[in-house]
């Protein structure tokens, strides 16, 4: 054990002599009695989901499954969009056909350089919360790696509707496996990147992309 | 011997006659308090998940060493370094370490306030390596040679007119406006290169998770991502405070901290990562656990509950003193409330500076209302002044004992034991204050007092106190 | 009903027109009116100022006065306060388990006076009469430590004549805060200014609350000011009737 390790340790457990010593960790009861299950469904859970992410300055729009290829071509063509990133495991029967895709396999990765000069990124996403209008990413397929939906300025997102939830502790289990069991990384993204660092004025875009388009897609 | 810092009196003063600084506080405050209120007024279980967070904290410090060896071991099985400093020095040590391994110059960093507590950035530029800041508040404080003066926004003293001045002429733009997009997009095309070129990121964290290894950046700008996913060697400085038991803790915490904090439903971004992900991010990551005073913090079973802070700056947002007087009077990268409780435990109250701090503070209790994870501040604040008049009274210098205040409490305290005493100081202060008392009112009082009667009449004590009074009306 | 006055030192000092208006308001109601004359202080001031260990003998001294009383009553919500949530620290402190016990069965038998006649009595119109515009401010201690929620409003509204004026940035410290308005006093005044400019805002002539240290630093700054506002206690207004205008 390293010194400051055995030390750090050793000062712990003389500024904590008054919790006995056979108190275990759940013996400070925690009461979870804040809201965990949300109760709407079906359209009501969607219209809040458009609602909130809206709020964001997100574009956000409700759209049929058979819609999806024609309205995908319609949001890339008002941001002029051509060169678009495509994450491993994104279907490629969605791609509209005047689209230029740059596709990301493990085997041949973009180059940070290569993606930061590409137009902007189609991506799928893990799950969506309402009630803060969040989407959730988990880096598995059709979302891919995190800087796939971070270095180009514009992000696409395609949201199922049977992936809504309605509240922040719905979200996080519904990504707790995948954090448990693979260890893979979690994004949540709540409308465009933004500062309020000038007097506290909110401006969208810094880093992150400062376009954000949701396609929430039903049937 | 520790560094004696100014007090909070000797510096306020300066601040509170800079109008500008007034008036950018007071605007920025009341406009964040005003959202919060709002923000968190949607909530029906905001109380329940106060007190959840509040619990939650509380089980993690009584059970400290358990929870940091567990986070250790899930770090490492997913691919993770663990590093342990007990203090500032050790900390830099291990990180200038790991940067000059990597054979760089040239580091970014995402805000963190842990990083400025030990000075992170002086120690790298010792060695040669530049740390550049990457949040745009971060980097207007470090682009004006500044402090930063705000827990979340540590620019909150300047305005847009300023910092338009400040990017004309360190980031050689001319003809920038003061447009906060057009700010914003210049520090965006400053700082694109530096990420795509950097080979280490530095970072703080908001949480760690002790049950999965996972660490938690919670950001606006997408810096944060950056820093975190881009270069190959990533290292996170974190507080053994900042633990959480289990992921599913999050529910409670990433409720409290955005609302409190930038009064949203949820900031822009959260990354969340787990060691090393083979061919997504960073392929080695480093954790730095750091003490520097945390355990001390820890044996006080009144101010052990300082630690619960999770950053979010809802009481400096609310406080009315940290409102007029700005962060930087407060000599600390903690400003505001828990900087008046959190500077002093970390410090130790032997510092002149420190120990002014639990008495920059009204006890208004705002702060203690707007807290999401229940610190009582008032309380930690009273219980610190004991601790500080306990250790005057102990090893105090004379002049600390002939200090007008302490000898006026202490003959009060004598008055107050007994009823005859007390009526025969009254009687002494009814004749005494004759030589002050001018048209009905005293003006101008001397010494200690004189800072009230500076600004402030005093009514002159009646002739006829309420006791002389009910004596002569039951007689 | 029998009701123990606890003054306060400061009141009965400073401010013993609040202790009369009391007494008279209370009589008035029909309560006889005790007051035990070995009452000092509470120890807030000490307390709160470090001085920890000088509030045991004044919080010993509390109980050896008003240990028997039924209802013990104090025109000023600090000094409840105090007693509410700082008496039981000073009994552990003191590590006598006696007085911990003794303090926490007096803790629920001490009122301030608008939560006494509005939550314990029930009363909201005491028959006043005070022909101004008022104002009102609520002390930070009265409604962040003592909850007494709207009490004092509700007593107000009822009084005749008066005319209620609402405080824009009621809920913000006016600055006194104890000794800090001593040692902190710019920063002190600072905050006070902006309560002062609220306060005229409103056109009122009387300012009132239910403390008179927050009173006596508030009146202080308008006095200074030549301000035509006043600052008067709660117990003042609320004693006032049609007779003694």
């Known amino acids: ?219 | 011997m520790s560094r004696q810092t100014p007090t909070f009196q000797e510096t306020a003063d300066a601040y509170l006659n800079n109008t500008q600084l007034r008036e950018n506080l007071g605007h920025a405050t009341h406009t964040i308090r005003d959202k919060r209120a709002d923000i968190v007024g949607e909530m029906p279980d905001w109380e329940h998940l106060r007190e959840a967070g509040n619990k939650l904290k509380k089980r993690v410090m009584r059970h400290l060493d358990s929870y940091l060896l567990q986070l250790e071991a899930s770090v490492q099985e997913a691919g993770g370094h663990v590093h342990w400093a007990r203090d500032a020095e050790e900390a830099n040590d291990i990180i200038t370490g790991l940067v000059k391994q990597q054979q760089v110059d040239e580091v970014v960093k995402v805000k963190s306030i842990t990083t400025d507590e030990i000075k992170l950035n002086e120690a790298l530029k010792k060695e040669g390596i530049q740390a550049l800041e990457t949040d745009l508040a971060e980097l207007i404080v470090q682009l004006a040679e500044d402090e930063p003066s705000h827990i979340l926004v540590p620019a909150i003293h300047k305005n847009r007119k300023e910092i338009r001045d400040l990017f004309r002429e360190k980031l050689n733009n001319k003809e920038l406006t003061d447009r906060p997009e057009d700010l914003a997009e210049a520090a965006r095309l400053y700082l694109r290169k530096k990420f795509l070129s950097a080979k280490v990121g530095i970072s703080g964290a908001n949480f760690g998770v002790a049950d999965t290894g996972t660490i938690a950046v919670v950001e606006s700008e997408g810096n944060g991502r950056m820093c975190t996913t881009l270069p190959e060697t990533l290292i996170t400085v974190m507080g053994i405070e900042k633990l959480i038991p289990t992921w599913q803790d999050f529910e409670v915490f990433m409720q409290l901290l955005p609302r409190s904090s930038t009064a949203e439903r949820m900031n822009p971004y959260n990354s969340f990562w787990t060691g090393v992900t083979p061919g997504d991010g960073p392929q080695e990551f480093h954790l730095v656990l750091l003490d520097n005073g945390r355990t001390n913090v820890l044996a006080d079973e009144v101010g052990r509950q300082t630690l619960n802070c999770i950053r979010c700056s809802a009481c400096l947002n609310v406080c009315p003193v940290y409102e007029r007087t700005g962060g930087h009077a407060y000599h600390s990268v903690y400003p505001g409330p828990i900087g008046a409780i959190l500077t002093p435990q970390l410090k130790g109250i032997e510092d002149d500076g420190a120990a002014s701090l639990p008495y920059a503070s009204s006890l208004c209790g705002a702060c203690y209302e707007v807290c999401p994870v229940k610190i009582d501040i008032p309380k930690v604040l009273v219980h610190l002044r004991g601790k500080i008049v306990d250790e005057k009274k102990r090893n105090g210098s004379l002049k600390a004992k002939l200090d007008p205040e302490h000898v006026g409490l202490k003959l009060m305290a004598q008055a107050f034991k007994n009823s005859k005493r007390y009526e025969r100081a009254q009687k002494l202060a009814q004749t005494g204050q004759n030589i002050f008392v001018k048209d009905g009112k005293i003006s101008s009082l001397p010494g200690y007092l004189s800072g009230w009667s500076a600004m402030r009449d005093l009514k002159p004590i009646p002739k006829e106190t309420f006791r002389e009074w009910w004596r002569n009306r039951n007689e | 009903m029998r009701i123990s006055l606890f003054i306060t030192c400061f009141n009965d000092t400073l401010f013993p027109e609040t202790g009369k208006a009391m007494v008279r308001l209370l009589e008035r109601l029909g309560h006889t009116v005790d007051f035990p004359f070995e009452q000092t202080c509470c120890g807030q001031m000490h307390y709160n100022t470090g001085y920890q260990e000088e509030a045991i003998p004044l919080v010993r001294k509390f109980i050896d006065v008003f240990g028997d009383a039924e209802y013990i009553v104090a025109p000023s919500a600090s000094c409840v306060a105090m007693i509410h949530e700082f008496y039981p620290k000073v009994a552990e402190r003191s590590g006598d388990a006696q007085l911990a016990k003794e303090v926490e069965e007096i803790i629920p038998k001490v009122y301030e006076l608008s939560q006494f006649l509005v939550d314990e009595l029930g009363i909201e119109d005491v028959g006043a009469y005070y022909p101004h515009k008022v104002t009102f401010h609520p002390t930070c201690h009265s409604i962040r430590m003592l909850h007494v929620g709207d009490a004092p409003l509700k007593l107000l509204r009822k009084v005749k004549g008066l005319e209620l004026e609402e405080l824009p940035g009621a809920l913000e410290c006016c600055g006194f805060g104890g000794t800090f308005a001593v040692k902190n006093a710019d920063t002190s005044m600072a905050m006070l200014s902006d309560k002062m400019k609220n306060i005229e805002s409103t056109g009122a002539k009387a300012c009132t609350s239910i403390d008179n240290s927050c009173l006596m630093h508030i009146g202080g700054g308008l006095s200074r000011k030549g301000s035509d506002t006043k600052a008067v206690h709660l117990a003042e207004i609320l004693a006032s009737t049609e007779e003694n205008q």
Not at chain 1, 179 to 195: D, H, L, Y
Request: overall charge negative; hydrophobic content about 35%; charged content about 30%.
């Open chain 1, 1 to 219: 054990m390293s010194k400051a390790k055995d030390e750090i340790l050793h000062r712990i457990q003389s500024a904590l002599k008054e919790v006995p010593a056979d108190e275990k960790r759940e013996d400070v009861a925690v009461n979870r009695e804040y809201i965990q299950k949300g109760n709407l469904s079906g359209e009501e859970l969607v219209t809040l989901f458009v609602e909130r992410s809206g709020e964001y300055q997100a574009t956000v729009k409700r759209i049929k499954k058979e819609e999806l290829k024609d309205e995908i071509s319609k949001a890339c063509d008002r941001h002029k969009a051509i060169k678009m990133v495509i994450p491993a495991g994104f279907k490629t029967d969605w791609l509209p056909d005047l689209l230029e895709p740059q596709f990301d396999d493990s085997g041949a990765p973009l180059s940070h350089d290569e993606l930061d000069q590409l137009d902007g990124v189609i991506s799928t996403c893990a799950l969506a919360v309402a009630q803060t209008g969040t989407i959730i990413l988990d880096a598995g397929a059709g979302q891919g790696r995190r800087v796939l939906s971070l270095l180009p300025d514009y992000h696409l997102c395609i949201v199922r509707e049977d992936q809504i939830v309605e509240t922040v502790p719905e979200g996080f289990a519904g990504v707790s496996d995948q954090v448990k069991k693979e260890g893979r990384p979690i994004t949540f993204i709540s409308g465009p990147s933004a500062t309020s660092d000038i007097e506290l004025n909110r401006v969208e875009g810094v880093h992150g992309p400062r376009k954000l388009d949701i396609l929430v897609v039903g049937g």
